[in-house]
């Protein structure tokens, strides 16, 4: 009889409503219908399944993936040699981006600037100096601004990995509430909002209810912002804002 949508949604660690989606689409459409008109997907449609799967979490669009999976010279034996050398050549930007990240970071601890070409080297047409200079004209003056400069200033490169950690665990978090269905105004994704919120107020400024509210809705309208959850889950940015919102509204 194959397996339920429910079913699939836990396997693969996504929700129902991806699985419409991709079906609506025509990018995965399952290969049964039970007696009552509900979906049900063979063991060839989560081989399928995975292949989508794959391929998102390396960056491609939902339209490259359906062109790749649908070429009929493609078999399943290329996909993972393909897989597989897409995943080697990303560890080790990864790799050569975090190196970077370091060598800032013991840069500006000892007082000193990585030259151009050293940043460029590993970020490409990224600029990190890019951020800081439109922070500093969008913010700069604000109590919060300064009390985050005054605050970076003194951290090291222990202080800086564990605050990438803890970011990342809040991230985290905020995936698995959206995966598993939880409301963005329910009780568990509002409390990792009010995570979110901490995080920035232990280490960075005085992050306020309103202020708080401003950053979730730069993380939907801000592309830059915005990647960084779309990466995770297609719709986790929305989810964030909207999170974000509700928990300020229960303390308003």
Known sequence: MGYSV????RFAGITVRTLHHYDEIGLLRPSERSAAGYRRYSDRD??????????R??????????????????????HLRRQHELLRRRIGRLEAMAAAVERAMEARKMGFSLTPQERFEVFGDFDPEQYAEETEERW?????FEQSRR???RYTRDD???ITAEAGEVLQAFAAAFAEGA??????AMGVAERHRAHITRWFYDCTYEIHKGLGEMY????????????VAEGLSRYVRDAVHANAARHA
């Open 183 to 188: 409301p963005a105004d329910g009780e568990r």
């Open 140 to 144: 700069g003056g604000t109590d919060a």
């Open 57 to 78: 979490e390396l960056g491609f669009s939902l339209e490259e993936i359906a062109v790749i999976l649908d070429d009929p010279g493609e078999d399943p034996v290329t």
């Open 220 to 231: 939907v309208t801000d592309p830059r912002f915005a990647a960084n959850y779309e990466r």
């Open 151 to 153: 605050r970076s200033a």
């Open 46 to 55: 989560l081989d399928r399944l995975q292949q989508v799967l794959f391929y």
């Open 160 to 162: 800086w990995r564990a």
């Open 6 to 9: 429910g079913q699939v949604a």
